[in-house]
């Protein structure tokens, strides 16, 4: 599974986040010490894009499969989750997800900081080639 950290406006690659914290440590200027920075890929994605983006890249169809069968999302977590602060924590995750997207406030300011936001498909590419699947 790629290591992909849910971002302000889609989600974002690690090695790109570690790139924009390096850029970050010696590239701005002291006005932008201790200042948020939202950051993430130049729109939302939800699974059936990035879905999109793995085939294209990898040049073959993809399909996805839960990990968890729907009835245990549904109905067994929300009951143990009323026992457990840990599943409890996890369910609402997990409902965050299966909204499909999450949108940024403002992915200008990180343009604007770092350059061009990475597309989900420059993302999914450097993934595959660092894993040398391409």
Do not use: H
């Not at 699974?47 to 085939?55: C, G, Q, R, T, Y």
């Not at 977590?77 to 840990?86: C, K, M």
């Not at 406030?105 to 894993?131: A, H, I, M, W």
């Amino acid at each position: 599974m790629p290591t992909f950290l849910s971002g302000s406006y889609g989600i974002i690659y690690t090695p790109q986040l570690a790139r924009y914290t390096a850029l970050a440590a010696v590239a701005l200027p002291n006005s932008e010490l201790n200042t948020s920075i939202d950051v993430g890929w130049d729109r939302p994605v939800n699974e059936k894009i990035l879905v999109a983006a793995f085939s294209s890249v990898l040049k073959k169809e993809i399909k996805t499969e839960p990990v968890i069968p729907a009835f245990v999302l549904k109905f067994v977590l929300p009951v143990v989750a009323s026992f457990n602060e840990n599943i409890k924590d996890m369910v609402e995750m997990i409902k965050w997800i299966d909204k499909g997207i999450y949108i940024s406030r403002n992915p200008q300011r990180q343009k604007e900081l770092f350059g061009e936001l990475p597309t989900p498909e420059q993302s999914v590419r450097e993934y595959c080639r660092d894993k040398g699947l391409i």
